[in-house]
């Protein structure tokens, strides 16, 4: 890291150092380009106790792991990474600036790897975390349906969301409880009649508590306790999008950045990749799409100026 942070110009400031940012950052770095990635050090990747979906480990790899082993791929090659939120992107003719603790950088680029913050379920940040940990809580059923096999499953969510994330994990076991967080379910009759003929069971709600036990957790209702072995939470997502909303990037109506093929967004020199983009969000997606980011950032750049050694 330079000390004289004003007078740095890097290729690309990539903003977020999870499975998108610093996949980025491997590429970049090894294109012969400066790259700084900034990480405030919540990525979603962070909380996989161990993942078996990810290519490449057959026994799985837990996410902190998967991510130091990505870190120090990227430093290997030049990439710095920097833990610092950067709290303001603006641009200035072809220059974007970043403002961070205080400090401020310029860049030629910028790769948003941002990211997404799933919203919880009501229980505190210890308890939360733990269940997480332990697969008492989960959040994505396209990673670990498979671990919940023939188990005993809630999802506490409501409208189309609830819906959708029950009637998937449906095909991983026939014990699927809905439960409405906050009171009544917003399902048509057609669709309850759809869950009802599939076997999912539908409770009202509210959740009155969330309690975690040795290998079940236990979601009381005003009328009825459950002891699921696992529960999904279908709350939705708060998309981190802002800064490239910030600087003019038209976003989709859940809010994710919109891109071409080359994961270019509307702003020229603002890239995205990752689960701040729509599509599947999983490792390997924002892999692929990282890659496909950083070439066209250099293939972007060297339009502007051949790059040689
Ligand atoms: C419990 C759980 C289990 C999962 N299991 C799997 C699995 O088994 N397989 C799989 O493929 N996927 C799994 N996923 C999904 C996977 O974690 C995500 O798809 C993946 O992490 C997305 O990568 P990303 O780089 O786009 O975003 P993230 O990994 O969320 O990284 C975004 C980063 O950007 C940073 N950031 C955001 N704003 C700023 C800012 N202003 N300044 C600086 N930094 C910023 C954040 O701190 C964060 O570190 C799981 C998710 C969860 C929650």
Known sequence: MTDNLEKAIWDCAVIGGGPAGLTAAIYLAR??????????????ASMIPISHNHAG?????????????MRAQAQRYGALIRGSK???????SDLFKLEFDGDTAFARTVLMGTGVLNRRPPMSSPAHDEAVARGLLRYCPVCDGFEVSDKSLGVVGTGMKGFREAKFLRSYTRDVTLV?????H??????????AEL??????GPVISIELGTDRVTVTTATTTYAFASFYPALGSEIRSALAVGVGARISDEGCINVDAHQR??????YAAGDVVIGLDQISHAMGQAGVAATAIRNDLCEVEVLVR
């Open 180 to 184: 409405a967080p906050d009171g009544e």
């Open 199 to 204: 076997g999912i069971k539908i409770e009202a």
């Open 186 to 195: 917003e399902l048509s009759d057609a669709e309850r009649k759809g869950l």
């Open 57 to 69: 480990f057959p026994d799985g790899i837990s996410g902190q792991d998967l991510l130091a082993r």
């Open 31 to 44: 294109y012969h380009l400066s790259v700084t990635v900034f990480d405030d050090n919540t990525s979603r």
């Open 265 to 270: 967004t509307s702003v020229p020199g603002l």
């Open 86 to 92: 950067v709290t303001v992107l603006e641009k200035d």
